[in-house]
């Protein structure tokens, strides 16, 4: 059966109009990217031969970390928040199917987490480029790190919102929701930061693994989160 974009869109306009109104969520969205650029610009600022400092660096790949995080904060709340709130089952007894509605929420996360994401890579750039010393800029701000901060902040967001949504399913409780899906999210965020410093070693290669990789893991999580999405144990409020 195909899925009903109108039906898409109105649960995505509903999820925004939630997320508007939760304040800790606002909150928790608007810190965690302060947190992510302060590490890497404080290394920028303190860079006194860019050559030899950041050549085999890439701390722009560090900003990654911020796809990895932002959006499980939304994502835990999906389904175990409007279940707290008595919300949700209105909400399942509509004819939305249930592949549009995880599909719906996913994509009101998406949206928000990506633009925040790119916005505080933006800004990073900007502030390099106007205050750090001279030379910083053009040995930082690398064409192959651009594309890879362009392409991987979608499907690392993407990914991020499946394990947050999934956990969001079975949990009773936001904040164990959100704490288990920042848990959960960990690795990803362990890997472009090790990729960031060089531990792990940034190549063509890689990039197209990894890429491929989040690709069919981004497909697997929407399917393995309709299955867990579960309509007649989350009426009835059983676990």
């Given amino acids: 059966m195909k899925l009903s974009r109108r039906r898409i869109r109105a649960i995505v306009r509903k999820e925004l109009r939630t997320y508007r109104r939760n304040a800790s969520i606002v909150v928790a969205m608007a810190v965690i990217p302060l947190l992510f650029i302060v590490q890497p610009l404080v290394s920028v600022f303190a860079v006194s031969a860019p050559e030899g400092q950041l050549g085999d660096h890439h701390e722009l ?19 175990v928040g409007e279940r707290q709130e008595g919300t949700l089952e209105p909400l399942l007894g509509t004819p939305i199917r249930r592949d549009e509605l995880l599909l719906g929420k996913a994509l009101a996360v998406l949206a928000p987490a990506v633009a925040i994401a ?20 053009s040995a930082l701000i ?9 392409i991987f902040t979608p499907l690392i967001a993407a990914w991020s919102i499946w394990i947050g949504i999934a ?9 164990v929701a959100q704490q288990l899906s920042v848990l959960a999210s960990l690795p990803t965020l362990a890997v472009t930061t090790l990729i960031a410093f060089d531990v792990i070693h940034a190549s063509l290669g890689l990039g197209l693994a990894l890429g491929v990789a989040l690709l069919l893991l981004n497909r697997l999580g ?15 409020g059983t676990d």
């Fill in 167 to 175: 956990i969001s399913t079975r949990a009773n409780d936001v904040r």
């Fill in 222 to 236: 929407w399917r393995l989160v309709s299955a867990l999405f579960d309509r007649e144990r989350l009426i009835a």
């Fill in 61 to 79: 790949l560090y900003l990654l970390g911020i796809p990895a995080l932002v959006p499980v904060m939304l994502a835990a709340y999906a389904v």
């Fill in 142 to 150: 690398r064409g192959p790190d651009i594309v890879a901060q362009l």
């Fill in 118 to 137: 790119y916005a505080v890579f933006g800004i990073f750039l900007a502030l390099v480029v106007l205050f750090a010393r001279p030379g910083v800029a």
